[in-house]
């Protein structure tokens, strides 16, 4: 994308935000030869910081193609933050929609018109302990299949150190560094032309998330799990755990009745 059609917002984005992100955090950043230098493409990142999504757009906004991130469409109403998601060129996600697929129009249609859209394909930061990349929703591989554009994997790490997931004070000595890494495109030919099934969408993102943490583990030289951290596991234990203390309770209830009703 030329540096032209960045646009007045994003420059202005530029100005506000880079100067304590230099200050802050430290920079090493790879792979931008991966990043086209024309037409649309998706870049699945993934997410471990609040603060990621600034500096992960500082990286792509130095490679002179700007990432259009999804966000929830209440963001684009009025007032100065609307201004700025409908000037930087914001996807809004419409979450109410009952057609998965429509969720995400605006997104195709800007992959379409040439654009970069960056997903974080497990929709929220990551909850695994150790701050790998967990299981991830579908919208990434549906947007992709529908369009055949390059999906870019992208690893991150660096600025969770900063400021760690859900935590709310920032971590500034020693001064951290913010490890970016951009693999050449994920291969899902194997899934064109084919019905687009769950299953076949959940294949699908298994392969592009498989792309993104081995990005990961370049940066952190180190193995991920074999099996990625899955949210439902946690709460079908929760549910379980529900289940057997009601069950519980229930029974020492009965026990106690008839406890009562012997005397």
Known sequence: MPRRRIGFWYRFAAVLCKPPLVILIKRE??????IPAEGGF???VNHNSHLDPFAYAHYQYNSGRVPRFLAKSG????????????GTGQIPVYRESTDALSAF??????VERGECVAFYPE???????????????TGAARVALRTRCPVIPV????VNELLPPYAKRLHLLPRKTHHVLAGPPVDLSPFYDREMTPELLKEATEVIMAAVTRQLEEIRGEKAPDRPYDPRDERIEQRRRTQAQTSHGRSQARTGHKGENSK
Request: no cysteine.
């Open 155 to 158: 690893a991150q790490w660096g």
């Open 42 to 44: 998706i870049t699945a």
């Open 75 to 86: 963001l684009f109403g009025k007032g100065f933050v609307g201004a700025a998601m409908r």
């Open 29 to 34: 950043w790879r792979g931008t030869e991966h």
């Open 105 to 110: 129009r605006a997104a195709i249609e800007a």
């Open 123 to 137: 929709g929220t930061l990551t909850r695994d302990p150790d701050g790998w990349p967990m299981t991830a929703k």
